[in-house]
């Protein structure tokens, strides 16, 4: 059974740092297609970032403040959430999928979904 599961969210201050993770298990995640994505309330699921490899690809929201990053040997992939604003406050949810082809911001492309971790910043 694939799982993906997100931790490291929380409440932090404006201009503070997060570290999220997302461990993966049910099958080795190296070779997919990894992203993160968030939700704020009353709002439609919108893409952070993604890496594959080690290539990366950023929101223009999330460019210059967040990092992604993958630990093929734990199966986990990271982001890591500088300079934060009260506007990143959503749940974040970690997101998988095997095929390269497809719009890589697109939610619905994903075939794999973690249950998601509040971020709550304050101002």
């Known amino acids: 059974q694939v799982q993906l599961v997100e931790s490291g969210g929380g409440l932090v201050q404006a201009g503070g740092s997060l570290r999220l993770a997302c461990a993966g298990s049910?099958?080795?995640?190296?070779?997919?297609?990894m992203g993160w994505f968030r939700q704020a309330p009353g709002k439609e699921r919108e893409f952070v970032a993604v890496i594959r490899w080690s290539a990366t690809y950023y929101a223009d929201s999330a460019k210059g403040r967040f990092t992604i990053s993958s630990d093929n040997a734990k199966n986990t992939v990271y982001l890591q959430m500088n300079s934060l604003k009260p506007e990143d406050t959503a749940v974040y949810y970690c997101?998988?999928?095997?095929?390269?082809?497809?719009?890589?911001?697109?939610?619905?492309?994903?075939?794999?979904w973690g249950q998601g971790t509040q971020i709550t910043v304050s101002s």
């Open positions: 049910g099958r080795t995640f190296s070779n997919y297609v």
């Open positions: 997101a998988a999928r095997m095929r390269l082809a497809g719009e890589i911001q697109a939610a619905g492309s994903y075939d794999y």
